[in-house]
Structure formats: C-alpha cells, structure tokens
C-alpha cells in the first residue's frame, strides 16, 4: 500500500497490529501519528521487526494500533520508536 492514510484510517484497517510507517505526519506534542504510509504490518511486534532488520529504510515508525495494556506499577513512556540510518 502506497498511499497516505489518516490515523483513524490505519487503526481501522490493521486493528490491534503493529505497523511500520514511513512518509509520517506526526507532531512530536501528540501522542500518536496524523497519518502515514503503511510499510509493513504485524500481530506480533518482534515479528515486524525482525523483517524491518532486513531491509531498514532511512526514515520509518512503529506503532501499536490497539490499546496498551498495562499493569499497575507500569511506568508508561511516549517515546516514539523511530528507526533512522545513522550512515
């Protein structure tokens, strides 16, 4: 898929995935992206990983579509996980 799709649009498509976003509109003040470009998806997160290792691309993101679960205790960080080659 090679288009751009809003937040709400991706989190509809690849519910409860983990996707890859490249092409990204996301204001660092926001918790999640305005929308982006689906690179890949997965169920599982060291899945999708494992195959962006492969074939890493300069700029991307990955996102959870579905709501975090946490356990009391759990500290919760909004750091994004963004992948940018460092050549």
Same mark, same amino acid.
């Given at each position: 898929?090679?288009?751009?799709?809003?937040?709400? !649009?991706?989190?509809? #498509?690849?519910?409860?995935?983990?996707?890859?976003?490249?092409?990204?509109?996301?204001?660092?003040? !926001? *918790?999640?992206? &305005?929308?982006?470009? #689906? &690179?890949?998806h997965a169920?599982?997160?060291?899945?999708?990983?494992?195959?962006?290792?492969?074939? *890493?691309?300069?700029?991307?993101? #990955?996102?959870?579509?579905?709501?975090?679960?946490?356990? !009391?205790?759990? #500290?919760?960080?909004?750091?994004?996980?963004?992948?940018?080659? &460092?050549?």
């Amino acid at each position: 898929m090679n288009n751009q799709l809003t937040w709400d !649009e991706i989190r509809n #498509i690849y519910r409860d995935e983990w996707v890859e976003l490249v092409d990204y509109d996301w204001n660092e003040f !926001e *918790p999640k992206p &305005r929308s982006g470009v #689906i &690179r890949d998806h997965a169920k599982d997160r060291r899945e999708l990983h494992a195959r962006f290792m492969k074939v *890493p691309v300069e700029d991307s993101a #990955i996102v959870y579509t579905g709501a975090m679960k946490f356990d !009391e205790g759990t #500290i919760f960080s909004a750091n994004l996980h963004q992948y940018a080659d &460092r050549k």
